[in-house]
């Protein structure tokens, strides 16, 4: 099992729509979470952070912590063709390194 | 713009060669880490520094690999001896003070041939 699961996708979704991206981890003792954005060719850029569990909003973006069933998720609202990019959970430990997913490639088509 | 330049950008190098990149932070990055990113897989931890100390290292870290950060400034890691299975996005991550979040330079793709 690894330790941070993504489906590779592709997720596509019609312009306008709710992209729905979910990550899983094995790890109860991880303290934060994080969501990057990576475009081809490009490293990654984050998105959002969340430690606590519950909603975290911000502009189009709102990601979900879930620690009990050890679940992320990141929520994408009115996705545009720009969003089209692979979607990376990162997850922390307490040494600070950080463990990423395979990635979710997201397409928004016009 | 993070503030963590990457240098160089793109490296192609024969097998048997070796090759070494830099990464410059900014100077609040107490933290550098360095990753690798093959095609279709996230990225993988490799090492990291508080300040010029290193502190860890993954198993991925094979002794072909070396990587320094003098001073608590830059850093640099180097490659000895490339293999075409060292052929990787290769990135550097600042992280600011006390908090979690690490932001990453370009990258530098590094081709072995």
């Known amino acids: 099992q690894k330790e941070v699961e993504q489906n590779s996708g592709p997720l596509s979704v019609p312009e306008g729509a709710i992209a729905s991206l979910n990550c899983t981890y094995s790890?109860?003792?991880?303290?934060?979470f994080f969501w990057y954005r990576q475009y081809s060719g490009k490293s990654p850029e984050l998105i959002m952070s969340?430690?606590?569990?519950g909603d975290k909003e911000d502009g189009r973006f709102t990601a979900q912590l879930n620690k009990a069933s050890q679940y992320v998720s990141l929520l994408i609202r009115d996705s545009q063709p720009s969003d089209s990019a692979t979607y990376l959970c990162?997850?922390?430990?307490?040494?600070?390194?950080?463990?990423f997913g395979q990635g979710t490639t997201l397409q928004v088509k016009p | 713009d993070t503030g963590v330049s990457q240098d160089p950008r793109h490296k192609i190098t024969k097998r048997g060669q070796n090759v070494t990149f830099r990464c410059d932070p900014i100077s609040e990055h107490n933290r550098l880490y360095w990753y690798r990113q093959t095609l279709g897989q996230g990225p993988e931890f490799l090492t990291y520094?508080?300040?010029?100390?290193?502190?860890?290292k993954s198993r991925l870290l094979s002794d072909r690999f070396s990587a320094e950060r003098p001073k608590g400034s830059f850093s640099t890691l180097e490659i000895q001896r490339t293999e075409q299975g060292d052929s990787a996005m290769y990135l550097c991550?600042?992280?600011?003070?006390?908090?979690?979040?690490?932001?990453f330079g370009p990258g530098t793709r590094l081709t072995v041939l």
């Open positions: 969340i430690y606590s569990n």
């Open positions: 520094f508080q300040n010029e100390a290193q502190l860890e």
């Open positions: 790890d109860r003792g991880s303290q934060s």
């Open positions: 990162a997850v922390n430990r307490n040494t600070g390194k950080l463990i």
């Open positions: 991550a600042g992280r600011l003070g006390d908090t979690d979040t690490q932001y």
